[in-house]
């Protein structure tokens, strides 16, 4: 783990892991309800790559997500509120209900968009930093997707555009494991998908991905690289979604055993005893930090469920510009 | 006002856009090179390769950069070699270009143009002469645009590079060489407005790109038998101008459509429907179309003249409309 953090700087980290934890939890509870609708797929057991890379960004840096980004998009700095109502399907949300859990744009915050498609918004993110590298004001673009989308054609000539015209992304890949319900190793003999950032000359890492400052430390030389004009970056984090697929998927095709594993090495909790081991935090604050942001997260949840459901008229506007 | 070809006229578009306005980039294979039919030749010299960009051969990442890039503030124009490898490009188009922006509540605006060339000339084959526009006009959130001639063509084009909207740009390569005047400058034609290319009393003729040059054809031949025809150029087919369409209609009584895409599920089922909803009790004979078989376009010179409609079934279609109100 890194050491040179000041530890007082590392605190505001805990707290938005937490803030994305609680999010997730009170999302998958709002579902269970009938509250929310639709199709979710959570984060929960991934914070510590959506905190540890956007810990490093700034807000005019440009993000893109998947199908499971709530985090990222939080990470990045979205409102919590219109975050939670857009899930809702409600008008206040970011979309005003028309994007939903897997569209998710936050453009206040430099979360430019998440997709459906799996592996679709990578040549987005190139697209983007194709512009900043235009605009020559040192921004970046980052884009995380899944392991699952490491065998798409998209993801392929994307590492191949940005390493030929050495573009500032980051790609960033949460290598969960499992692509929907199988295994990565039923998919490709070539599990570590790094290697592919090496076939095309893009300097990269594979690191162990609920290590929050782990994954920092390589995002921190991966967007020094970006910033300075000397291309692509490419860091996959290993880790794991401790639910299913999408809420509701029972994840029969995962033994209980490898799911335990995963909880052992729960990125909150990890980087809750390093910050104890550092004598960062106290026990008292650790429990602030959950309280605070538990409350934050059902006062989100009251705003989304107490605001109004977008207007009839509202199926056909905004189709055009 | 100078006569140019339609392809000189596309070339003449691109560069004043991109000479007024600097977040116009071009991207696509061989660009840089002038392309295949030397459309965007001279522009990498005007304005350098940073802005005239070539591409690998990667349509669907292609694409996507160039969506990226317009929701960066970039106002991008991607050319796609022949319109049958749009199909590589579809997700991206179909999935992020057309939906972002009701998608993202109007957050987002994707001020895109893809350049597309299509249709069939010089025996190509199945892979290089299709016609998909109305794939294209099936999606909401996408503007099509089919222009017959170099006016309209750089007038259209202009106006699609400073749309808010992706609007896809079919070129018919077989217009490529064709001449006319071009108003020199500023010459916008406004996107969703369709244009009467001749005027007449007895039927309709509704033609897109290529085809309408054999609709006036078959008009002018049909005239001097005393048969008045009344041609329109859609333009766009969406948004898809139906108000000139259906006051033709309501003049003529008559509607035949031409368009080179097969038959089935083409644009000129949606333009029957929409003008039997509007004009249904003006109607003295049925809408009828004629355009290619349902098949791929075939290889060899023989085939393909017997898939591509002309002027004969044009006439052939306009005698039997007229005579079916004697029965």
């Not at chain 1, 004598?279 to 605070?292: F, L, M, Q």
Request: some cysteine; proline content about 5%; hydrophobic content about 45%.
């Amino acid at each position: 783990m890194a050491t040179r953090e000041n530890p007082t700087e590392l605190v505001p980290l805990l707290r938005t892991m937490w803030l994305i934890r609680a999010f997730e939890e009170k999302v998958s509870a709002l579902y269970a309800m009938r509250e929310i609708r639709g199709l979710l797929h959570l984060g929960i057991g991934q914070e510590a790559v959506a905190v540890g890379i956007c810990s490093l960004l700034r807000t005019d840096d440009y993000v893109f997500g998947g199908h499971r980004s709530h985090g990222h998009a939080i990470a990045k700095g979205a409102d919590i509120n219109r975050l939670m109502a857009e899930i809702a399907g409600r008008a206040t949300g970011y979309c005003a209900g028309k994007g939903g859990s897997m569209h998710i744009v936050a453009l206040d915050a430099g979360f430019v968009t998440a997709t459906g498609v799996v592996g679709g918004t990578i040549p987005l993110a190139l697209g983007a930093a194709f512009a900043a590298k235009e605009k020559n004001k040192g921004q970046v673009a980052v884009v995380f997707f899944g392991d699952g989308a490491g065998q798409a054609g998209a993801f392929h000539e994307s590492l191949n555009i940005a390493s030929l015209w050495r573009l500032p992304v980051i790609f960033v890949c949460e290598n969960n494991g499992y692509a929907e319900f199988t295994p990565l190793s039923s998919h490709t003999l070539v599990e570590r998908l790094a290697r592919h950032a090496q076939t095309y000359k893009i300097p990269s890492t594979t690191v162990d991905g609920n290590d929050l400052l782990e994954v920092r430390d390589a995002m921190a030389k991966a967007a020094q690289h970006a910033r300075t004009g000397k291309g692509p970056a490419f860091v996959e984090c290993l880790t794991h979604r401790l639910r299913g697929h999408y809420e509701g998927d029972s994840a029969k095709y995962r033994e209980l055993s490898e799911l335990a594993e995963w909880k052992e090495k729960d990125p909150i909790a990890r980087f809750t005893r390093e910050l104890k081991r550092r004598k960062a935090i106290s026990d008292k604050d650790i429990a602030a930090v959950e309280n605070e942001t538990r409350n934050l997260i059902e006062e989100a949840a009251q705003f989304a469920l107490a605001s109004p459901w977008p207007a009839p008229d509202e199926v056909a506007s905004q189709v055009t510009a | 006002m100078p006569e140019q070809s339609f392809l000189e006229a596309i070339r003449t578009g691109l560069h004043e856009e991109m000479s007024h306005d600097p977040s116009v980039y071009l991207f696509g294979e061989d660009v840089a090179l002038g392309g295949p039919f030397g459309v965007t030749a001279g522009l990498a010299e005007a304005f350098g390769k940073n802005r005239v960009v070539n591409t690998p051969i990667s349509e669907g990442t292609v694409m996507g950069v160039a969506i990226g890039a317009a929701t960066a503030g970039l106002r991008p124009v991607v050319e796609i070699m022949f319109i049958d490898f749009i199909t590589l490009a579809m997700d991206q188009l179909v999935n992020h270009a057309a939906k972002l922006h009701y998608m993202s509540g109007g957050q987002l605006k994707i001020p895109l143009t893809v350049r597309v060339q299509c249709g069939i000339s010089g025996n190509m084959g199945a892979h290089h002469s299709q016609s998909l526009e109305s794939w294209l006009a099936h999606v909401p959130g996408l503007k099509v645009v089919m222009p017959s001639n170099p006016a309209d063509a750089k007038g259209l084009l202009k106006a699609a590079i400073r749309d808010d909207n992706p609007v896809v740009f079919i070129e018919h390569r077989g217009l490529y060489w064709t001449r006319g005047q071009v108003p020199e400058g500023e010459y916008l034609v406004p996107i969703g407005k369709a244009a009467v290319a001749r005027e007449g009393e007895d039927l309709t003729i509704v033609a897109t790109a290529k085809m309408l040059l054999a609709a006036l054809e078959a008009a002018a031949e049909l005239s001097s038998n005393g048969i008045s025809v009344e041609v329109i150029d859609p333009r766009t087919l969406s948004p898809l101008d139906v108000e000139t369409i259906v006051t033709s209609v309501k003049k003529t009584s008559r509607l035949i459509i031409v368009h080179e895409a097969v038959e089935k599920d083409g644009i000129g089922a949606e333009i029957a429907t929409q003008v039997q909803q509007e004009a249904f009790y003006y109607l003295d004979s049925p809408i009828v179309r004629v355009a290619a078989p349902f098949a791929p376009v075939p290889a060899s010179p023989a085939l393909e003249k017997c898939f591509v409609p002309g002027k004969t079934e044009i006439i052939r279609a306009v005698q039997r409309a007229l005579n079916r109100l004697g029965e």
